[in-house]
């Protein structure tokens, strides 16, 4: 019978995977010939891995015992061997960083045109931060090649509209409220990631959702069949629930507004503001507002940093749960136990 399953890739950071690229199978059978992408998108990519925006999901087959054992190949690119073949070409100096290339974090650094070996000697933990980016790969298990194909084609189908434009055309109360708290000040102006294809109200409809979860006490994923589900289930008819979410939704963006800056550097992922957002919502109800300041969580990034640095040189003496802070924030970010997990860690560093 046949069978496919699905997980992420465990220790799945740049390094990692250039370090054990002879064993991925780039070109399998089912690898149709695809786009060749121009160098200026190459550097496109490693312009998002460095800054941190979010990157598409590459998948992985993950081949069985005795193909490991005869070939020495672990693993056979699904998807993303575009994506995966410029990083690999970039650590090995095939090109280098975009001429108009802006690196977030910190606008006086200038790497314009260094490739990745002069990037590691002028500015190492630049360069680090890009080694220890864990590239959000899907392990594809299965022993059916057609499974396989049916995939490939499946991912690579177009679709005209992305699962925000999807959910505005639903209509309804809730679909109009999230439009609102979509032009809420905190994503108007202190969100880094920019509004195209509606992400303000991707991120504006979680917000909503967390928001009627935590306060049942639930846990939830916060994933498109829930969100539509949310969204469908108050089209009409309960105005006084969704009057009340849309207001404490409001009152905690109104707080967060208040810590962080203008296009801060702290929000350039949307994964992040769920996490941020139901802590200010926590240290609100318990009185500790005062805790959460735009430096402490400077400070919480640079520890982390501090602690990827500590990890690669000896593992041993780094702190698991800030690992697994990163890694929660680079795969699975809208898994109910993600959200909890990093919640907690948050949570405990800032004393809340």
Not at 54 to 68: E, G, N, S
Request: with cysteine; net charge neutral; aromatic share 10%.
């Amino acid at each position: 019978m046949s069978y496919i399953d699905t997980n992420p890739l465990q220790h799945s950071n740049i390094l990692s995977l250039f370090a054990d690229r002879d064993q991925i199978v780039m070109d399998p059978e089912y690898q149709r010939q695809g786009e060749i992408w121009s160098k200026e998108k190459r550097q496109l990519l490693i312009d998002s891995i460095l800054n941190r925006y979010d990157i598409p999901k590459l998948y992985f087959h993950k081949l069985d015992r005795a193909t490991v054992q005869k070939t020495g190949k672990a693993y056979a690119v699904i998807d993303g061997r575009q994506r995966l073949e410029a990083i690999f070409d970039f650590m090995e100096g095939q090109f280098e960083l975009a001429d108009d290339f802006e690196y977030l974090l910190d606008e006086t650094v200038d790497v314009r045109g260094l490739n990745a070996n002069d990037l590691a000697k002028k500015y190492p933990r630049i360069k680090q931060r890009f080694d220890s980016f864990n590239l959000p790969v899907i392990c594809v298990e299965t022993d059916d090649l057609e499974l396989i194909e049916e995939m490939f084609s499946r991912l690579n189908e177009a679709v005209p509209l992305n699962a925000a434009e999807k959910r505005n055309a639903f209509g309804g109360e809730m679909a109009r409220t999230v439009t609102e708290v979509s032009k809420n000040t905190f994503f108007t102006k202190k969100v880094r990631f920019k509004n195209s294809r509606y992400q303000h109200r991707e991120g504006a409809v979680r917000l909503l959702f967390l928001e009627k979860c935590f306060g049942e006490g639930k846990v939830v994923d916060t994933k498109k069949p829930f969100l539509d589900r949310f969204v469908r289930d108050n089209y009409d008819g309960n105005s006084s629930e969704v009057a009340r979410l849309k207001a404490a939704v409001s009152k905690t963006l109104k707080d967060m507004a208040q810590v962080f800056v203008d296009k801060d550097t702290l929000l350039i992922a949307q994964s992040a503001v769920p996490i941020y957002f139901l802590l200010f919502r926590e240290a609100n109800q318990v009185g500790k507002l005062s805790k959460l300041s735009r430096s402490v969580f400077l400070k919480f990034q640079d520890v982390r940093q501090e602690n990827r640095e500590l990890a690669a040189a000896d593992i041993t003496k780094a702190q698991f749960e800030f690992l697994e802070f990163d890694r929660l924030s680079q795969q699975g970010t809208n898994d109910a136990s993600s959200i909890k997990e990093r919640l907690s860690i948050l949570r405990a560093y800032c004393g809340i």
